[in-house]
């Protein structure tokens, strides 16, 4: 099976701040990483499929980069209600693996 | 739209059959998947169905294979999740989710919670 390793596990940031959020696959996937939020007691929200491609209707400071085995999910000015966790997911094979989550908290 | 229904309260060892209706997108086009989520704990992938082109072959979860049956019913607009064998450590939040060609996991149900628990 293929691990996915999130780093970091936790994180706090300021409103405005550029937050960087990393997932590392234990085998090269392509770009076959997804990108998804989530708040307390919500359902996951889709952010970003193909490590760059934007869901439909998510905000432009949300973006995606990477191949291979390392990848970024970066907000470029963090908003209030981007406090949440977040998950990256590898589907290059099964059994589809999920990250272990990064949870951003307010500074 | 994905609507799940079918979760409850379950002894180990018992059975319990989750439905996933759908509705707003042509439903014979896109795979189905469930994802779980245990309580305090990350998400974890239960299995897919795939659609028709793909001859609705399955795939899953260690975890779950040889307990757990995805079906799907194109007629009816849902897919199907059969949890046999169940164990304590099964309980989780079950979500419905569905992946359009050339995308992933690109909508989720509300979720549906399953306690195994004597």
């Known amino acids: 099976d293929i691990q996915m390793t999130q780093s970091p596990s936790a994180m706090s940031a300021s409103v405005g701040d550029r937050v960087t959020i990393t997932c590392r696959a234990s085998q090269g996937i392509s770009n076959s990483l997804a990108w998804f939020q989530q708040k307390p007691g919500k359902v996951p929200k889709p952010l970003i499929y193909?490590?760059?491609t934007l869901q439909s209707g998510v905000p432009s400071r949300f973006s995606g980069s990477g191949s291979g085995t390392e990848f970024t999910l970066t907000i470029s000015s963090l908003q209030p209600e981007d406090f949440a966790t977040y998950y990256c997911?590898?589907?290059?094979?099964?059994?589809?693996?999920f990250g272990q989550g990064t949870k951003l908290e307010i500074k | 739209q994905l609507v799940e229904s079918g979760g409850g309260l379950v002894q180990p060892g018992g059975s319990l059959s989750l439905s996933c209706a759908a509705s707003g997108f042509t439903f014979s086009d896109p795979h189905m998947d469930w994802v779980r989520q245990a309580p305090g704990k990350g998400l974890e992938w239960v299995g897919r169905?795939?659609?028709?082109?793909?001859?609705?072959?399955?795939e899953y979860a260690a975890s779950v294979k040889d307990r757990f049956t995805i079906s799907r019913d194109d007629s009816k607009n849902s897919v199907y999740l059969q949890m046999n064998s169940l164990r304590t450590e099964d309980t989780a939040v079950y979500y419905c989710v569905k992946s359009r060609v050339g995308n992933v996991f690109d909508a989720w149900g509300r979720g549906t919670v399953v306690t195994v628990s004597s």
């Open positions: 169905v795939r659609n028709k082109v793909n001859s609705y072959t399955t």
């Open positions: 193909a490590a760059s």
């Open positions: 997911l590898q589907y290059k094979s099964y059994p589809f693996t």
